[in-house]
């Protein structure tokens, strides 16, 4: 396994300097990660740079579901519904322990959604649409088989209820593994490189002007074919290019609320319907349970976006209304995120109607950019990107087509869920005698594949002094700065662990030990170390204390 690392960021910005690409992608998001491995596994010469770490904005912040659209059945675009609904099955057997089966119970009212009879009917089309297994097809439950499935909802008010197909992830490993598997196509990918300007020759695009956001210096690099997958920021881009006209990016924020799962013990993923007609996930992921999400629009800052207190007491409000003994308060709110949702402006719609599909604008000195688009759609977003590069560009060389579909995304790879259960089981044993729970070793395996025996071998080797937790972490830790390109505190314990987010309480109790060994790996001197421990301080704080606006 090649080393992607902080470590070798000089030679990569050498690269980036140096080399003259084929394509130069702006943003490392989902669909930044995917234009990336598209591209350079079709053989073009390939570089990506990132203002923040990988999946800093909408890639880490969604529900974190591979989700086939049920509520755009609504909105009637069953275009959209089909596209991404079969993409979930191509994802899944890409990476099947990152995008794993879910069954989602939908419970059913007569008050509130549309019916047994009309939803029955949507998730058969829903079914057919994804071109869902026969095994896995929406099976429709009576009153009393959706409360047996789950005791915790309003008795009186369930009709009925469905079982249908979804599949869940990590959005931001997600991310990082497909940013990874374009770095081992030969891709120069680098993230806190902020581009700041654009580079031109009689009046068309030939690169940018990028500033290293670790340094503070700035440099070059030459593209033949620029796109910005920049997601919220793609409009600031268009300014910078003097582009921005005609349609617009319509911002709305979407927020979630995590809280431990002995509070909100739901046996199952769960999608249901509030008083505003808006439906909400709350769905159970080992010690936690977080639930969401809203929809409302945003025009604040980009870089800095948080849940308030109205979006908290929203969201304890819908789920103390569908499960009254749950009798949540916003003080048992453990941790939250809130993400953008960079949508199409549509006049006179409102933040829930706006379309999820995505758009491909280009300027007239030729700079494209890509925007709305769902996680699950990423590999067909920038299979159309690609393709439109090479069709404008690349006519004249023999570019191979598409190669997403078969490429496994991870390396080592799993071959099917099966193999992934087994593997799970066989961690459990490794780490019973440390008296780690299954949801350890489940969490390892979800998160880092079969490289988790690269970081066991490691964990194994500093054992002596030190509690298993701790040692553990600084494993994962070794793992992430040595082949994942972390480079902060926040870098490991959001994006490529998720703790921040679904395990707090570990955090807190060792985010000052954490922050020795990133001192130990990257060179910190104690000022830096210490910024690194208050900043998670900070943040952390914030997830928990909401502002009023």
């Known amino acids: 396994m090649a080393d992607f690392s902080f470590l070798n960021r000089p030679e990569i910005l050498q690269h980036l300097r140096e080399k003259h690409y084929d394509l130069l992608i702006i943003g490392g998001g989902i669909t930044g990660a995917g234009i990336a491995l598209d591209a350079s596994s079709r053989g073009l010469r390939t570089a990506l740079v990132e203002k923040n770490d990988f999946a800093f904005g909408t890639s880490s912040r969604s529900t974190k579901l591979i989700h086939g659209g049920l509520r755009y059945l609504k909105q009637l675009e069953f275009g959209l519904v089909k596209e991404v609904g079969s993409e979930r099955a191509v994802v899944h057997n890409l990476a099947p322990h990152l995008v794993l089966p879910e069954k989602m119970l939908l419970p059913l009212s007569e008050k509130k959604g549309l019916g047994y009879w009309l939803t029955s009917i949507g998730l058969k089309l829903y079914d057919w649409l994804a071109g869902v297994k026969p095994e896995d097809q929406r099976k429709m439950l009576t009153k009393l088989q959706t409360l047996k499935a789950e005791p915790l909802l309003k008795k009186e008010e369930v009709n009925g209820g469905a079982l249908y197909a979804e599949y869940r992830t990590d959005d931001a490993r997600l991310t990082i593994e497909i940013v990874k598997r374009a770095a081992e196509h030969q891709a120069d990918i680098l993230n806190y490189a902020k ?97 969401g999400t809203t929809d409302t629009n945003y025009d604040d800052d980009k870089d800095n976006v948080m849940a308030t207190a109205a979006d908290a007491a929203y969201l304890i409000t819908a789920v103390n209304a569908t499960f009254p003994d749950a009798n949540l308060s916003v003080a048992d709110i453990e941790s939250s995120w809130a993400g953008l949702r960079p949508l199409i402006h549509e006049d006179g719609k409102s933040a829930s109607e706006l379309s999820r599909k995505d758009e491909i604008f280009e300027s007239p000195t030729g700079l494209i950019s890509i925007a709305g688009g769902k996680l699950t759609g990423y590999r067909k977003m920038a299979e159309r990107v690609v393709s439109l590069v090479v069709k404008k560009y690349f006519k004249d060389r023999a570019i191979k087509g598409c190669q997403t579909e078969k490429l496994k995304i991870t ?51 500093r054992l002596q002094g030190e509690k ?34 679904f395990d707090l309480p570990r955090v807190r109790r060792w985010n000052t030990e954490v922050a020795d060994e990133f001192k130990s790996l990257l060179g910190w001197d104690e000022t830096r170390k210490q910024q690194e421990v208050e900043s998670i301080g900070r943040l952390a704080e914030a997830l928990t204390s909401f502002n009023e606006s």
């Open 411 to 461: 390396h080592p790879a799993f071959s099917n869920i099966n193999e992934v259960k087994q593997y799970i089981a066989e961690i459990h044993q490794q780490l019973k005698p440390f008296d780690f729970s299954e949801t350890i070793s489940f969490e390892l395996v979800t998160t880092f594949g079969k490289n988790t025996e690269a970081i066991l071998h490691h964990f194994s080797q």
């Open 195 to 291: 581009v700041i300007d654009f580079t031109y020759e009689r009046g068309v695009i030939t690169g940018v002007v990028a500033s290293d956001q670790r340094t503070g210096q700035s440099f070059a690099i030459q593209a033949k074919a620029v796109v910005s997958a920049a997601g919220p920021w793609v409009d600031e881009l268009r300014e910078i290019n003097k582009s921005r006209e005609g349609k617009s990016l319509h911002l709305t924020k979407g927020v979630h609320v995590v809280v431990a799962y002995d509070k909100l013990p739901v046996r199952q993923a769960i999608y249901f319907d509030v008083d505003d007609g808006r439906m909400i996930f709350a769905i159970p992921r080992g010690r936690v349970t977080y639930i």
């Open 468 to 501: 298993p937790e701790l040692s553990l972490l600084k494993a994962m830790a070794y793992f992430s700065v040595q082949h994942e390109m972390v480079v902060t505190l926040e870098d490991f314990f959001v994006r490529r662990t998720g703790l921040l987010y």
